[in-house]
């Protein structure tokens, strides 16, 4: 599903801010694999997921998604394939629209009339089936602008609008980090259960090593642009937090802007 070959980033360089954000990224992921990925603040997390997504082209490396080399397609082209849920609540949706006008968008994403929704009487019951799904009483707010939602509202709502289009790669990058701690519980309850039910492919960035333990079958743990560890589903299911430490400090990745739990 994803092949990632020697993929490598610098930001600046030549000069004297040059960092090398990613350093021989090798990585493959089978359909339905759900990987979490942790690691502290310049780890190149989010830089990997960008490379991902298109928004930051590489320097060397390929991009492989579905077979099909990816590396040098714009950001708009891959985004028929891959769908993200961002760290700000207000990213993955459009706050002037209302809830069942985002969910609209959403389902035409892709096709080649996008910019009529089509909310129909049967449309909005099978919306209102799916909001449903979020716990969260918007099924009987569809009329109601998104900006006026909590975070965690608009996060679990941007979770449905991202399998709406059957994605190839599901990319979440810190997704419940804004979140008081019952949102974030509910938003990754949300996601596992989401992915599961679709078969999604996904990708998850995290801090939080609880988590990370906690959800997917896969694990990768990152510093200074590099794969430090890499945990598949055996390994990953009899590791702890304190394993993870341990891992990490052997390799002098631990700092203060680790978050542990």
Excluded: C
Excluded at 244 to 260: G, K, V, Y
């Amino acid at each position: 599903m994803l092949t990632l070959t020697h993929v490598a980033k610098t930001f600046y360089p030549g000069t004297a801010n040059e960092r090398q954000a990613l350093r021989d990224i090798n990585l493959e992921l089978a359909p339905g694999d759900f990987v979490t990925i942790i690691g502290s603040n310049g780890a190149g997390k989010s830089t990997l997921l960008n490379v991902i997504g298109g928004s930051i082209p590489v320097d060397e490396g390929t991009v492989v998604i579905g077979g099909q080399d990816v590396t040098r397609q714009p950001e708009h082209r891959r985004a028929r394939r891959i769908a993200r849920v961002f760290q700000d609540p207000s990213a993955g949706t459009a706050p002037h629209l209302s809830i069942e006008q985002n969910l609209a968008v959403a389902l035409s994403r892709g096709k080649r009339h996008t910019l009529t929704p089509g909310l129909t009487k049967a449309r909005r019951v099978e919306l209102r089936t799916h909001l449903a799904t979020l716990e969260q009483g918007l099924e009987s707010r569809m009329k109601h602008r998104v900006g006026l939602l909590s975070g965690g509202q608009r996060q679990a709502l941007s979770l449905l609008m991202a399998s709406f289009t059957h994605p190839d790669l599901l990319l979440l990058d810190e997704h419940v980090a804004a979140l008081d701690p019952e949102r974030t519980e509910l938003v990754l309850r949300l996601t596992a259960d989401m992915i599961a039910e679709s078969g999604l492919t996904a990708l998850m960035v995290t801090h939080n090593m609880e988590h990370a333990l906690r959800l997917g079958n896969r694990l990768l743990m990152m510093h200074e642009g590099r794969i430090l560890h890499s945990l598949g589903p055996a390994e990953k299911a009899g590791a702890q937090v304190g394993d993870l430490l341990e891992w990490f400090s052997r390799e002098h990745a631990l700092d203060d802007r680790t978050l542990l739990t």
